[in-house]
Each structure stands twice: as structure tokens, then as C-alpha cells.
């Protein structure tokens, strides 16, 4: 099938009512939930996930996809109005956008970050239409020795790049593919830490676990916060922002655009290493470097598109190897799954359909952040105020419908209070719960790739390095944990003869 | 002790207490014969295992030989101090308690309950209008949860017993 038919498969879909309502209330949802400060796209779709049972396997994506973009947009509105990234990815949009509106620019910031945003949006749509049927070809040569490196190496970028101490990331990634090994054994069948519980015979389930570590967690540490802090809100005026200025930034929205699809697409970097990237190589090669943090539109616009970007970027590795590049995708992995779909490679051959819908679901909801964005700014400040005291209930009672919703049964409710105080627990010690997510997801098919490299090598461990791609993927892997303590010993001998010098 | 070596005595005993709950559960698992190396049910599980109390030691090893972060536990103290577990175990123990009790009370009972006892624990005011305001709140949230999940996706939630 060519990348043209794979983009058009899935149009039908959209000459439903209910598919393109599902796009828009997903999007709106997700705007919620990202302005809210403290409220994340993560939190949005687990909590939400549940709803989708309802739905087709198409329109579920469709909503979760919604949601997903929305979200990652709305984190800027709550960062240029007070300062406060709505989600993390949003950190660098609070640079030059809350001093714009303490300029009194507001309406402006909001403006250039909800253009910026949609450009960025759309390329990395873009790049992920051609990218992932490539990528996707090239793994359909992959054996189980291939998938183990590839599911080891996402655990090891996730440990590496985004949440703290290396080490500890691996151990949250530990975690969680011992909790993706409850249940029957996938080789023999020999029930694993089931303690005579006929609900464990089956494995834990995906929602209440994803559940219970974003949203009980979340909400519990929440909850030991001291009082809510009063927040002042920037005026909105003139939100519509200047059309030459903005042909005058595209050559900077196109680079900050590459950057986050970039970016976007090695696991767990994400939108918020992304945006500082972007951020930071803008400011370094602009002739405007000096301005950048007091007030400029271009330093929301670099931080913005290059966010939105990584969406798309994001859906590469998930669409074409079935690899959750971070929280979000493993939630859209998660509803796959829940529909008896294994995302990878064979989903280009079998639902082409699909596919497409994924595409073109991201365009549209884009298209729906960038109209609500520029007419509804006004209104989505507003939730910027909604108090934690209705919040937080609000969302532990979603989470607990969301985790009992799956089989109908209370277990998953105690399993999602389990999961909701490990994680809180965890968090202390310095492990947070996407790693652990992580390693839940990707713990079935690096354990089965993982046995099955062993059985038919006949216990042979060289298995994983006698082949070139396992052996690359290795090597890379390898090269990830050993970086960042390779780097810190050069650095403290390349150090030494200074501070020599200096004593 | 400094705060990175508590908190990397604290990561190496949770690691070393998993980690050899792993083992111990999984000697009882039977061995497969026959089938190459690594087939048995215990295979995995050990070697994740051993993995988690090799990162748990380095841990303890990269924090006893620190230098770097100086606080000391009584500066983490201070800075915890901030920080409130009340309501936190608090809210745990009514979920804990309302949940078990979902069997008898069934969910929209239960869930009212929770959500305006979770309003009221985050709240902390006793005025009257804030009281009315929790109620509608809480009353608010049930039947939005009735109407999208009953009505809108079909999951049939608890019931009461007694209502049977």
C-alpha cells in the first residue's frame, strides 16, 4: 500500500458525526485538562480510557488522540498566564511567555503559541505519515532477538533521559515488568505470584494500574501539599497576532518544528526536552539571543512548535514497532491492546484503516486546538482557578469507575489503590511512576521476544549478539546507561589539571 | 546521615526486600526439563530480581561515597515539615473503608460519600454555604458518573445488597 493510500484509508471515518464530535470533545477535554496546572495529558487519558469502551477500536483512538494533542497545547495557556506550566512540556513557553503578559501581551503570547503550536502539530504529522510506514517496513525483518533490544532499549532511554537518576529509572522500570510477570508464565502457563487469587490468575490489568500510578499517585501527592496558592490572572486582549511577524518567524518555527519531531521520536524524551531543545538552540543562534526571556514572541514560538511537534514525533516508534516513546503513547498502547490490536509493524497490513485515522485524527484535533485556542482563550483561563477541594475528589472517583470498568469487579479497585500508594511511596525514594508504566507495558513482549531468543538458540546467551541489528541495538543500549558515567569521568579528568592549576 | 544516604539506605533495603521476596517465592516454581536453558516459570522473574538488588547496591554505594549534597536529615526534616501525610492517610483509610463497605451500600452510596468526605477533608472550613456547596457539589458528581457511565457507556456499577 502506498504512504498516499495509507493516509486516505482511513477518510470514511470522518464522514461520521459521532468520529469527528469525539475528535473535537477529546480535544476540548484535553485543553482542560492541560491548562489545568497540575493536571496532565497522562492523567486526562487513563482517567478517560474507560469511556472508550463504548466506542469502536477507531473512535477510542480518535478521543485518547484528542485528549492527547489538546493537552499537550493547553500546558502554555496556564504557563504565559501565571507562570505555571500546565504540563511539563510547557516549562520553556513560561520563559518569554509570562513576562509578554506581565508586558500586558497576553492575548498575544496566547496568539503566537496557538499558531506556533498548530504549524508544529501539523509537521510532525507530517513527518510521522512518512517516517513510520519506513520504519515499519524496516522492522518487519526483526526477530525475537531485535524485540528484546528494542523493548530493553526503550526501558534504558526512559531510565536515561527523563525522570532523574539513571539507576533509578531502571529500577522503575524493573518494577514495573515484575508487575507485567503476575499472572500465567507465557511459556508454560505456571501461575506467577498469584497467591491462590483467582483474580491474579490472569495478570494485572493494564487500566487499573496505569490508573492507580498516574491518578492515585497524583492526586496523593497533591493531597499533602500545603494550602491552595491564590493566582493572579494576566487580562487577555487581542489574542489574533500580527500575520508578517509571523511570516517573518517561520524559518525559526520550521527548525524548532524539526527539532521537537526529532526529539519526539527517541523514546521518552517527549515534549518537554523537546521544547527546552528548542528553546535553548534558538536563543543560542538567534540575533536576538539577548531578548530571549524578556518578552519575545519568538521564544514562545520556538518553545511551542517544537512541543507540539514531538506528538507526532511520538507516534513514530509506537505506530512502527509497537514502542511507547513515552506515558502517553503507552496509554494509546493500552487501548489497543484492550481491543485485541498489537501495535507494530503487521498494523500497516492489517488495519491500514486505523492507521490513517491515527494521522488524520492528530490533523483534526490539532485544527480544533488552534480554533478553540484563538477564540476560547478567554474562557480556558478561567480554569486555571477551579479549586483543588472539587478537583481532587473529581478525580479519585474517575479513577476508581475507570479502574473497576474494565471486568466489573472491585478487585481492580483494590489493585488501582495498590498501584495509586506504591507509586506515592516510590515517588519518595526518587522513582517515578512512568518508568514503571513503562516497564508494565513493554514487560509481555520483551519477556516472550526475550524466552523466545533462548528457546530457539537452545539456551545460547551469543543469540543476541551474533545477529547485526540485535547486536546494534545492544551496543546502543549499552552506550545509554554507560553515558552519564562515562561523561562524568571525563569531565572530572578533564577538570583536574585546572583545579591543579588554580591550587 | 546526609539525606542521599538515607535515601540510598532506603532504595537499597526496599531493592534488597523485593528483590529476595522474588526469590523466595519463586524456589517453589518447578523446573523444566528438556527445553534448553531459561524455560522455567522462575527464569525471569530471578533474573529481574537479581537485577533489582545489583541496582539497589550500587545505589547504596554511589550514596555512601557522595560528597555532593550535603543536607543533613535534619535539613530534609525542615523542609518536610511543609508537607502534611494526614490527609493523606486519611484519604486512604476512606477509600479503604468505602470500598469495602461498596458490597452493602453499592457505588452511587459510596461514591457520594467519598466524594463529599474527601471535599470536606481538603476544605478544612465549617460554613454553612461551603457545606451546601460540597453537597451539590458531591450530589453533582454522582450523577455525572451515572449519566456518562450508565447511561452514555453501559458499565453497570455496583449495587447495594440490601436494593437487590
Not at chain 2, 544516604?5 to 534488597?16: G, H, N, P, S
Amino acid at each position: 500500500m502506498s504512504t498516499f493510500d495509507l493516509i486516505t484509508a482511513g477518510l470514511p471515518t470522518f464522514y461520521n458525526f459521532y468520529s469527528l464530535f469525539l475528535v473535537i470533545a477529546g480535544s476540548v477535554l484535553g485543553i482542560i485538562f492541560g491548562a489545568i496546572p497540575g493536571l496532565t495529558a497522562t492523567m486526562g487519558m487513563a482517567i478517560f480510557l474507560p469511556m472508550t469502551f463504548a466506542m469502536s477500536d477507531i473512535n477510542g483512538m480518535l478521543f485518547l488522540i484528542g485528549i492527547f494533542v489538546g493537552a499537550c497545547y493547553a500546558g502554555s495557556l496556564s504557563s504565559i498566564l501565571v507562570n505555571i506550566p500546565g504540563t511539563p512540556s510547557a516549562i520553556a513557553t513560561g520563559f518569554d511567555g509570562y513576562t509578554m503578559a506581565q508586558k500586558g501581551e497576553a492575548g498575544r503570547a496566547i496568539g503566537y503559541s496557538t499558531v506556533a503550536s498548530a504549524l508544529g502539530g501539523l509537521f510532525g504529522v507530517l513527518v510521522l505519515m512518512f517516517a513510520a510506514p519506513f520504519l515499519a517496513g524496516l522492522a518487519l525483518e526483526f526477530g525475537a532477538q531485535e524485540y528484546t533490544g528494542v523493548a530493553l532499549l526503550g526501558i534504558s532511554i526512559v531510565s536515561y533521559i527523563s525522570f532523574g537518576s539513571t539507576m533509578k529509572g531502571l529500577i522503575g522500570g524493573i518494577i514495573g515488568l515484575l508487575l507485567a510477570a503476575v499472572g500465567q508464565d507465557v511459556i508454560t502457563a505456571y501461575p506467577r505470584f498469584v497467591f491462590g487469587s483467582k483474580d491474579l490468575q490472569a495478570g494485572l490489568e493494564m487500566i487499573p494500574v496505569m490508573v492507580g500510578f498516574f491518578g492515585v499517585t497524583e492526586v496523593l501527592t497533591k493531597l499533602e501539599q500545603e494550602k491552595e496558592i491564590k493566582i493572579a490572572i494576566a487580562k487577555i486582549r487581542n489574542v489574533l497576532p500580527s500575520l508578517s511577524k509571523l511570516a517573518r518567524m517561520s524559518p525559526m518555527m520550521a527548525v524548532s518544528s524539526i527539532i521537537g519531531t526529532f526529539v519526539g521520536a527517541i523514546p521518552a524524551a517527549g515534549g518537554a526536552i523537546a521544547s527546552m531543545a528548542a528553546y535553548g538552540i534558538q536563543k543560542r543562534f538567534s540575533k536576538r539571543s539577548r531578548e530571549y526571556g524578556t518578552g519575545i514572541a519568538e521564544g514562545v514560538v520556538a518553545a511551542e512548535a517544537a512541543n507540539n511537534a514531538a506528538v507526532g514525533g511520538a507516534f513514530v516508534p509506537m505506530l512502527s514497532l509497537g514502542i511507547p516513546g513515552d506515558p502517553q503513547t503507552a496509554i494509546l498502547i493500552g487501548a489497543l491492546m484492550i481491543n485485541g490490536l498489537a501495535p507494530g509493524p503487521m498494523l500497516f497490513a492489517t488495519r491500514p484503516d486505523l492507521i490513517s485515522t491515527i494521522y488524520l485524527g492528530n490533523v483534526l484535533s490539532v485544527i480544533v486546538f488552534a480554533v478553540v485556542g484563538l477564540l476560547g482563550a478567554r474562557s480556558f483561563a478561567h480554569l486555571i482557578r477551579v479549586p483543588r477541594h472539587f478537583l481532587l475528589p473529581g478525580i479519585m472517583i474517575f479513577c476508581i469507575i475507570g479502574a473497576y470498568a474494565i471486568r466489573n469487579t472491585v478487585f481492580d479497585i483494590w489493585v488501582l489503590l495498590a498501584c495509586g500508594v506504591l507509586g506515592y511511596l516510590l515517588q519518595k525514594i526518587g522513582i517515578m511512576p512512568a518508568p514503571i508504566i513503562l516497564g508494565f507495558v513493554l514487560g509481555p513482549i520483551l519477556e516472550d521476544n526475550f524466552r523466545r531468543s533462548l528457546i530457539m538458540s537452545g539456551g545460547d546467551w551469543t543469540t543476541f549478539f551474533t545477529r547485526p541489528i540485535s547486536l546494534v541495538l545492544l551496543l546502543v543500549n549499552l552506550f545509554i546507561l554507560l553515558a552519564p558515567y562515562v561523561m562524568g569521568f571525563f569531565r572530572r579528568v578533564l577538570s583536574r589539571p585546572t583545579r591543579e592549576k588554580t591550587s | 546521615m546526609t539525606a542521599v544516604r538515607r535515601d540510598a539506605w532506603t532504595t537499597f533495603v526496599f531493592c534488597l526486600l523485593l528483590g529476595g521476596f522474588i526469590f523466595a517465592d519463586t524456589l517453589r516454581y518447578p523446573e523444566v526439563q528438556g527445553q534448553g536453558f531459561g524455560q522455567g516459570p522462575a527464569f525471569y522473574p530471578q533474573l529481574l530480581a537479581g537485577a533489582l538488588i545489583f541496582l539497589g547496591a550500587l545505589i547504596l554505594l554511589q550514596g555512601l561515597n557522595s560528597k555532593r549534597d550535603a543536607a543533613t536529615g535534619e535539613e530534609v526534616d525542615a523542609k518536610n515539615r511543609s508537607i502534611r501525610y494526614a490527609p493523606v492517610v486519611l484519604l486512604m483509610a476512606l477509600c479503604l473503608v468505602l470500598i469495602a463497605l461498596m458490597k452493602y451500600l453499592g457505588f452511587f452510596v459510596s461514591g457520594f460519600l467519598l466524594t463529599f468526605l474527601t471535599v470536606r477533608l481538603i476544605r478544612h472550613s465549617l460554613k454553612m454555604r461551603h457545606l451546601i456547596a460540597d453537597l451539590g457539589f458531591s450530589v453533582g458528581m454522582i450523577i455525572v458518573v451515572y449519566l456518562v457511565f450508565e447511561v452514555f457507556v453501559g458499565i453497570e456499577l455496583p449495587g447495594s445488597i440490601f436494593l437487590d
